[in-house]
């Protein structure tokens, strides 16, 4: 069992940046590979990045590439998502998930966090 603790979100303007944090409980974290995903009102949860369970890869979607940067410190059971150059297509809750095993892009995580608001202004 992995209990999921998102923080970082806000309000910014474009062209700001932020850093979503997702903290996880239990001594198994590691063992898991870790997504962020975003949710935008009407439309379903979406990629955005992913990493291994050791930190070794990442993945992201096309709109992230060169603006969000995801890493993971296991010693502290923590993801992160460094979001820069921040535009307002990008406002969403942004979700973190753990699973094991299966596809990185896909939204069958095991687990979830209960989100964090990002909400960018022109």
């Known amino acids: 069992q992995v209990q999921l603790v998102e923080s970082g979100g806000g309000l910014v303007q474009a062209g700001g940046s932020l850093r979503l944090s997702c903290v996880g409980s239990g001594r198994t974290f590691r063992r898991y590979a870790m997504g962020w995903f975003c949710q935008a009102p009407g439309k379903e949860r979406e990629f955005v990045a992913a990493?291994?369970?050791?930190?070794?890869?990442?993945y992201y979607a096309d709109s992230a590439k060169g603006r969000f940067t995801i890493s993971r410190d296991n010693a502290k059971n923590t993801v992160y998502l460094q979001m820069n150059s921040l535009k307002p297509e990008d406002t969403a809750v942004y979700y973190c998930?753990?699973?094991?095993?299966?596809?990185?892009?896909?939204?069958?995580?095991?687990?979830w966090g209960q989100g964090t608001q990002v909400t960018v202004s022109s």
């Open positions: 990493i291994s369970w050791s930190g070794d890869s990442t």
């Open positions: 998930g753990a699973r094991f095993g299966g596809s990185y892009y896909t939204n069958d995580y095991d687990y």
